[in-house]
Every structure is written in structure tokens, then in C-alpha cells.
């Protein structure tokens, strides 16, 4: 059973691997419906858990509220490939999902820094 639950990681990024490469090969993806999930998932996503984290600032304390603004700053996780190939209505879900997630995690370089930068200027850390 540990082997089993070893291997799930290393599954999932060659799952991951396989729908990029499927994804860039045939060319699925619309600029504009790219930069909008990306500006919606790591830019819009990101300021309104800032503004619930203000707006609540006396009920959360301390690395409580660190962690949940952290969580707010990640793109979509690994296994969202998974459970798209588990689920696939059409053979380019998993393809399509590969691709913006290889887009999200490029910008979440930049809005990831960008965000902690001026969530640590707020808490004046």
C-alpha cells in the first residue's frame, strides 16, 4: 500500500506531462480565455481573500491568516488532471485543463511574489 501511495505523485506529473504535450501539439488554446482564467484565478482570487482577511483581521490571528492567503495564491492543483481523465466527457478535457494549468503556473511565478510582497506591506512585516 506505501508503494501504491509513492507512486501517485510521480503518476500524476506524467499524467500532467502527457495532456501538455498533447495540448501544445495540437494547439487548443485562445489567448483571451487563457489571460482571463489567469487574471481570474491568480489576481481577482487573491484580492478578495485579502479583502475577507482585512475585513476579518480581528477574528483571524497571527499565521492563521498567512496560511489562508497562501492558500488563496496557488493555481489549480496536479490532480485536477486526474480527475479529469477519470471523468472525460470529451478527449481534450484533460488535454485543455494540461495546458492552462502549464499557463498558470508560468504567471504564478510573478502574482505569487507580487502578492506576498504586498500582503507583508500590509501586516507591516
Known amino acids: 500500500?506505501?508503494?501504491?501511495?509513492?507512486a501517485s505523485v510521480p503518476c500524476s506529473i506524467?499524467?500532467?506531462?502527457t495532456s501538455l504535450g498533447k495540448a501544445i501539439t495540437q494547439n487548443y488554446f485562445d489567448k483571451k480565455v487563457i489571460l482571463s482564467i489567469c487574471i481570474g484565478?491568480?489576481?481577482?482570487?487573491?484580492?478578495?481573500?485579502l479583502?475577507?482577511?482585512?475585513?476579518?483581521?480581528?477574528q483571524i490571528y497571527g499565521t492563521l491568516k498567512l496560511v489562508i492567503f497562501i492558500e488563496s495564491l496557488t493555481p489549480t492543483a496536479n490532480s485536477i488532471i486526474l480527475?479529469?481523465?477519470?471523468?472525460?466527457?470529451?478527449?481534450?478535457?484533460?488535454?485543455?485543463?494540461?495546458?492552462l494549468m502549464f499557463w498558470e503556473y508560468i504567471f504564478s511565478l510573478f502574482s505569487i511574489t507580487m502578492w506576498l510582497t504586498i500582503y507583508l506591506r500590509l501586516e507591516g512585516l
Not at 41 to 49: D, Q
Not at 51 to 58: G, K, N, P, Q, T
Not at 83 to 99: A, F, I, N, P, Y
Open 41 to 49: 484565478r491568480l489576481l481577482i482570487v487573491p484580492f478578495i481573500s
Open 1 to 6: 500500500l506505501q508503494q501504491i501511495g509513492d
Open 83 to 99: 480527475l479529469c481523465d477519470s471523468v472525460q466527457v470529451d478527449d481534450r478535457v484533460s488535454t485543455v485543463v494540461g495546458g
Open 14 to 17: 506524467i499524467v500532467l506531462g
Open 51 to 58: 479583502i475577507i482577511i482585512y475585513v476579518l483581521r480581528d
